[in-house]
């Protein structure tokens, strides 16, 4: 009767991660990017991205109002197309890439906010800082093909680097920053489904 019962339990699991796995979308990575920009000597700006990343996204209702989000960034995979830049970014006075290999976040809330539009609510985490972040995010839409359901998202947010410790701070002659202090992120994913 034991036996019985533990296998109608496994067997209950399994189905239920069968339905958890219909649910789930599966980044495509090669249509999806990562990408920063923040200030450069007060006047311009500089663009940079992580070209190592994975985001998961789980909903099971087709408006997405129950998904749930959650990213990890490979700090070590910084390109600004300077290597000397993306040194100094992976040393400790911004990213410290050797001590803090990871930028990861999960949401807390995924809203609806108009036609198309959410907010999405969570927790960053940069070095050893994490602290509540939102972002606003596009749905594009999705589109059958090839067998497969296709969904693209973009996403945006801005912080303030010095909450999180990215430290560097040299000013110019004429004042300012050398870097600016907000860095505006944007993620542009597709998944499918």
Same mark, same amino acid.
């Given at each position: 009767m034991k036996r019985i019962a533990l296998l109608a339990l496994v067997l209950?699991? %399994?189905?239920?991660s069968l339905r958890a796995?219909?649910?789930?979308?599966? &980044? /495509?990575?090669?249509?999806?990017?990562?990408?920063?920009?923040?200030?450069? &000597?007060?006047?311009?700006e500089v663009v940079g991205s992580f070209?190592? *990343?994975?985001?998961?996204? /789980?909903?099971? $209702?087709?408006? *997405?109002?129950d998904a749930r989000? #959650?990213?990890?960034?490979?700090?070590?995979?910084?390109?600004?197309?300077?290597?000397?830049?993306?040194?100094?970014? $992976?040393? /400790? /006075? *911004? *990213?410290?890439? #050797? $001590?803090?290999?990871e930028i990861r976040f999960t949401s807390t809330e995924f809203r609806k906010v108009g036609e198309n539009k959410y907010q999405i609510a969570g927790n960053l985490t940069i070095r050893d800082v994490t602290k509540p972040v939102v972002f606003d995010a596009v749905y594009g839409g999705s589109v059958k093909a090839w067998g497969k359901t296709v969904a693209a998202w973009k996403a945006t947010t801005t912080i303030d680097r010095f909450d999180y410790n990215l430290k560097w701070d040299k000013a110019l002659e004429t004042g300012g920053l050398?870097? %600016?202090?907000?860095?505006?992120?944007?993620?542009?994913l597709e998944f499918d489904k």
């Open positions: 209950a699991a %399994g189905l239920s796995g219909e649910s789930q979308w599966s &980044m /495509d990575r090669s249509h999806s990017s990562i990408t920063f920009s923040i200030r450069h &000597m007060v006047v311009s070209k190592n *990343f994975t985001v998961s996204l /789980d909903a099971t $209702k087709d408006d *997405f109002s989000v #959650a990213g990890t960034i490979e700090v070590g995979s910084i390109s600004t197309d300077n290597d000397r830049r993306d040194t100094h970014l $992976k040393s /400790d /006075d *911004f *990213f410290n890439a #050797a $001590k803090y290999p050398i870097a %600016g202090r907000d860095v505006t992120i944007t993620l542009t």
